[in-house]
């Protein structure tokens, strides 16, 4: 079962779209966080890795055995301009694991293969 979603997708992309333009401000941009988490959660649907975009927000996505207690195996923390860059396309995760501006631990937290977002690409 998909997470719910709590932003409106036309809301959520017309965040997207002003943080690409470099409009964005902090609540804007923190409106485009959640909606791309929610569109991560939507198209890897799952419980085996913990994503974290502190201070805006954080999903449980991808396929696989479902954590519920205590600090989870699998987990990807990076900060707010690193992902709204990966769930773009402006940035890959290539670049960013090299760069160190993600940690990412356990066997399934490589989030390449879902990146970037359809919803989170320039239109």
């Known amino acids: 079962m998909p997470a719910r979603r709590r932003t409106d997708p036309v809301v959520g992309r ?3 779209a002003a943080w690409l333009a470099g ?3 902090r609540r804007t941009t923190t409106t485009a966080v959640r909606f791309t988490l929610e ?4 198209v890897a649907p799952g419980n085996a890795v913990e994503v974290r975009v502190p201070p805006a927000g954080a999903v449980q ?6 954590h ?5 195996p699998n987990v990807v923390e990076t900060d707010v301009e690193t992902w709204l860059g990966l769930a773009t ?3 890959t995760w290539a670049e960013v694991a ?4 993600v940690r990412a631990s356990g066997e399934r ?3 390449s293969a879902w990146l970037p977002l359809q919803a989170a690409r320039p239109r």
């Open 68 to 72: 519920t207690r205590g600090t989870p």
């Open 23 to 25: 409009d964005a401000d």
């Open 39 to 42: 569109e991560l959660a939507a």
């Open 89 to 91: 396309g402006r940035r």
């Open 98 to 101: 090299g760069e160190g501006r």
């Open 14 to 16: 017309a965040a997207v």
């Open 109 to 111: 937290a490589d989030l």
């Open 61 to 66: 996505a991808v396929p696989g055995p479902r």
